[in-house]
Each structure stands twice: as structure tokens, then as C-alpha cells.
């Protein structure tokens, strides 16, 4: 099946630490979104892309940086990771002909800064 | 600009209860509105959409009405079952950059 993945799956790591979560997805489709996720706030987007060559900043983007590989990757990073940095992290993706932006949503990534 | 407002969580019901939990929202134009599930330990999954006013999306029981004139898209279920226990979000999509705006979640365990 068409898929989203994300990697790793879990990560525990240090204040100050350069982390990276990787997403990749078979979907074919050309638009793909990093979201995080907090108890009480729901998702808030922090970056997205509309192809290879675009990338824009969501809300909430200072702290982290994105890398589009490719069609089918695309990367979230935190330089330099604190501990507010702690959550649940979703990659997704759209097609834009449905004009809908229906999205479709990786497993997540739970990643902890101490 | 565009916002979504879900009641508050946790919602604890008995099997067999009505659910309702709802979702309003602000929004210029005519936003697409969704609902997504999560069950524990996992990603969102589509659960229901409406792309314009008195649309009525449905899905494995659960239903909800885009009413553009209470901006609302409230998510009901007839008759819950503990396989329904999740957090659900409401979402909108609108504008020109078709970015998904989400409520904050709602909890809801459905009990034995």
C-alpha cells in the first residue's frame, strides 16, 4: 500500500543535540507538511512544501529546519534540540489535485530533549 | 485568519451512548472542514470531510453537517462502541495555500 513513514519511531536525546527525523512516503504526492503535536494544543504546522523546490514556514518554525531531498523525502531538523522541543512529531502529505487538501499522516515520531 | 474551536476533552461515555463533540470555526471563503481520528499510538486517520455548506460527510457510523451558518461541523455518533476510544480533531482547509488548521483534539474513552 502507499505509504507514510517516519524514522526513528522514538528518540531520546540531550539538550543541544542536532537531531534529525526523517519522512518518506509512496503516495506519489508532491506536497508534504512537519507537524508537532502537544497535550491541549492539537497539531500546529511547522513546515511544509509544495515540490522539490519550495519550502515555506509554518506557525511555529524557529527552532527547526527542513530539507526536500526529493519527491518522496523530506527531512525535519532541530540544530541545536531544548527541552520545549519534546513531542510528538507528524510528517504528512497531500495531492494537490484534490483541491480539498485532504492529508494523509505518517505514524509519528515521539522524540524527548533532556 | 482561520481557527477551529472543539469542546473540551476528556469525554468519558458508556458503550451504547450518543456521542456528539463539537467543532466550530472561523474562516474567510468556504473552507473544506474535517474530522481526523487518532487511536493510541497512532498517526491521524481521515475520519469524515465536507467540501461545501450542508454537506454531510459519514464514516463507520459517525456523521457530521458543514453548516455554514453556525460555522459549525459537529461529529455525531448514534451508538459508541470502546473500539471508538481516540482523540478526535477538527480541521479546516481553506485559502490559497490549503493549509489544514486543527482544534486542539478531544479525548474520548468509551467504557464497557
Known amino acids: 500500500d502507499a505509504d507514510v513513514t517516519q524514522t526513528p519511531r522514538n528518540r531520546i536525546t540531550k539538550t543541544g543535540k542536532r537531531i534529525m527525523l526523517e519522512c518518506s512516503q509512496t503516495k506519489g504526492h508532491d506536497r508534504m507538511y512537519w507537524y508537532r503535536q502537544d497535550p491541549g494544543l492539537g497539531l500546529r504546522l511547522i513546515y511544509y512544501?509544495?515540490?522539490?523546490?519550495?519550502?515555506n514556514k509554518g506557525e511555529i518554525s524557529d527552532g527547526y529546519s527542513v530539507s526536500r531531498q526529493a519527491q518522496a523525502k523530506f527531512s525535519l531538523s532541530l540544530e541545536s534540540a531544548i527541552p520545549n522541543q519534546t513531542a510528538l512529531y507528524f510528517c504528512?502529505?497531500?495531492?494537490?489535485?484534490?483541491?480539498?487538501?485532504?492529508?494523509?499522516f505518517g505514524p509519528g515520531t515521539r522524540l524527548t530533549v533532556l | 485568519g482561520n481557527s477551529v474551536t472543539q469542546m473540551e476533552g476528556p469525554v468519558t461515555l458508556s458503550e451504547e451512548a450518543f456521542l456528539t463533540i463539537n467543532c466550530t470555526y472561523t474562516?474567510?471563503?468556504?473552507?473544506?472542514l474535517f474530522w481526523y481520528v487518532q487511536y493510541p499510538g497512532e498517526g491521524l486517520q481521515l475520519l469524515l470531510k465536507a467540501t461545501k455548506a450542508d454537506d454531510k460527510g459519514s464514516n463507520k457510523g459517525f456523521e457530521a453537517t458543514y453548516r455554514k451558518e453556525t460555522t459549525s461541523f459537529h461529529l455525531e455518533k448514534g451508538s459508541v462502541q470502546v473500539s471508538d476510544s481516540a482523540v478526535y480533531f477538527c480541521?479546516?482547509?481553506?485559502?490559497?495555500?490549503?493549509?489544514?488548521?486543527f482544534g486542539q483534539g478531544t479525548r474520548l474513552t468509551i467504557n464497557p
Open positions: 512544501s509544495f515540490d522539490v523546490k519550495d519550502i
Open positions: 474562516a474567510t471563503g468556504y473552507p473544506s
Open positions: 504528512a502529505t497531500s495531492d494537490p489535485r484534490t483541491r480539498n487538501n485532504e492529508q494523509f
Open positions: 480541521a479546516l482547509s481553506g485559502g490559497g495555500a490549503q493549509k489544514l488548521v
